[in-house]
């Protein structure tokens, strides 16, 4: 976990999402929260992400995303050295049957 991150107001700000309870809440509370563009971006992330798990290649990506051959680069660092934390919840996601395509 990166120490820089870890303030009381990113725990209140976890505290909060985990206290989500359907798709509809989410959808209400980061609407609120992050610009469309911030919202966007987070989920191209993790479409690249999921795309990169799958063994697209960059241009595949880049094709159906739209992201930067920077973004993806970004992502698959944080897949390969990062903490872990997309791996995660694909495994989450893959267990409780709503598989990433």
Known sequence: MNKKIKTEAVDSLF??????????????????LCTVNELLSLSQRFEVAAMLKGR?????????????????????RSLNYGNDGYEMVFNRLENSGQVQK
């Open 15 to 32: 505290d909060a999402i985990l206290c989500l309870e359907s798709r509809e809440e989410c959808y209400s509370f980061f609407e609120d």
């Open 56 to 76: 697209k290649t960059y241009l595949e990506i880049a094709e159906k995303t739209g992201a930067s051959t920077a973004t993806i680069s970004r992502v698959n």
